[in-house]
């Protein structure tokens, strides 16, 4: 997924992925004001409680929030919203700016996939993680979840597979947890 930065506003926008039903936006915001994980789930629960957001990942560690929404039901002024009023600041953001889609990268065509990372302590790991997954061929975004110990990868299944993935984390220092059944079909 290649995403298309607006530093003067600090909103990511790229398009979703295939087969995600109604998202046609993924945004990535920058969080502030989170000091641990129940503040990662507060902004999470906030976040998918607004009408026409279908998914979204805090990350504590680089404090910003990926939120797969769709954009004929949901401004960037409703998400900021939904973020004060759990109690958090949403950095640097143009309230109804619409920011243009980035175009979808080839890998898209493929799939996404949740793994779970172990043995992370702090925000260096989960750089060294994501960085590890972006280097692999084939993968288009990985973003990696502290808190949640949890990496999602965004990658072409022609190009690259699980097995790869896995390797990367454990090349970089760190072991990929049991996948859930569901997951792994």
Do not use: H, W
């Amino acid at each position: 997924m290649m995403t298309g930065a607006r530093p003067e506003s600090g909103f990511e926008v790229a398009e979703a992925r295939p087969g995600e039903v109604g998202v046609v936006r993924e945004a990535a915001l920058p969080i502030t004001g989170m000091t641990c994980a129940s503040c990662v789930r507060r902004v999470e629960r906030a976040l998918g409680k607004v009408d026409g957001v279908a998914r979204a990942s805090v990350n504590l560690a680089t404090e910003r929030a990926t939120v797969g929404y769709d954009p004929s039901r949901v401004s960037a002024d409703r998400l900021r919203v939904a973020v004060e009023g759990a109690g958090y600041g949403v950095g640097e953001m143009a309230p109804e700016e619409a920011p243009p889609i980035a175009p979808a990268p080839e890998a898209a065509n493929g799939g996404a996939v949740e793994l779970p990372i172990e043995g992370m302590t702090c925000a260096s790991c989960v750089r060294r993680v994501e960085r590890a997954l972006t280097k692999v061929p084939g993968v288009a975004a990985a973003n990696v979840n502290l808190a949640t110990e949890r990496a999602s990868v965004a990658y072409d299944p022609a190009v690259v597979d699980r097995d790869q993935l896995t390797a990367a984390v454990e090349k970089a220092g760190y072991r990929v947890g049991a996948v859930a059944a569901a997951e792994a079909a």
